[in-house]
């Protein structure tokens, strides 16, 4: 079975300071990996995803997340937060080469104070 | 070119009432998603197509749930009665099926969903 685990439901960082956001999964092959963020009201978006090859992904507002198969983790990153950054965020697992199956993890509610 | 539209954003209705959410993909795109968000919660997919299939409707609760995705486009999902604890937010994505590297993987694209309250 598979399964997403974001361990921290809830963080709080000042702004300018550095994140990380932790997520593991459970799965039997590499799969294909995906951080989205979600502001209130509104619906999922994209900030990267990993499929093959470089294990470290450049996404969009200047995050970054590693894959490290040894750990089954894609921990999310950003070194310098902003205020516009509060959301919730949500680690997704697809598994490769049967298309189109999805497990989201549970979020973690990101607040970041001046 | 336009996202993943949902319609309507926000839906308030009492229990036993039924209720319908419509949501149309991204042109060109094959797989479409429902999920149901509740709160505090990621989200739970509820039913996906393949075009106008039904390929995994597992977690569908099918005595008051049902979907349909006629000409494999537009999409509707329908709750009758629904209940106090279908309140949620209800997500429509799609996505299209790429190759890269010998293997296969898509990416979802979200709508806005839409928040169901139910009294």
């Known amino acids: 079975a598979q399964s997403v685990t974001q361990p921290d439901i809830h963080i709080t960082v000042s702004e300018g300071a550095s994140l990380e956001l932790r997520c593991n999964y459970s799965y039997g092959a590499t799969p294909y990996l995906f951080w989205y963020v979600q502001s209130p009201g509104q619906g999922l978006q994209l900030l990267l995803k990993y499929f093959s090859g470089d294990t470290l992904v450049q996404g969009i507002k200047g995050f970054e997340a590693e894959f490290k198969r040894s750990q089954s983790s894609f921990n999310l990153r950003k070194p310098s937060v902003h205020w516009s950054d509060a959301a919730e965020y949500f680690c997704?697992?697809?598994?490769?080469?049967?298309?189109?199956?999805?497990?989201f993890g549970t979020g973690t509610s990101l607040t970041v104070i001046p | 070119e336009a996202g993943v539209v949902q319609s309507p954003r926000y839906k308030i209705i009492e229990k036993k009432q039924p209720v319908a959410f419509w949501c149309n993909p991204i042109s060109g795109h094959n797989t479409l998603y429902w999920y149901r968000q509740n709160l505090g919660q990621g989200p739970e997919l509820l039913i996906r197509?393949?075009?106008?299939?039904?390929?995994?409707d597992s977690q569908l609760p099918k005595d008051r749930f049902s979907a349909e995705r006629l000409k494999g486009v537009d999409s509707t999902l329908k709750i009758q009665p629904a209940e106090l604890g279908d309140s949620a937010v209800y997500l429509c994505a799609s996505s299209f099926l790429a190759r890269r590297a010998g293997r296969q993987y898509n990416e979802q694209f979200f709508g806005p969903g839409t928040r169901l309250t139910v009294l």
């Open positions: 197509y393949e075009n106008e299939e039904a390929v995994d």
């Open positions: 997704a697992v697809g598994r490769p080469n049967t298309g189109n199956q999805f497990y």
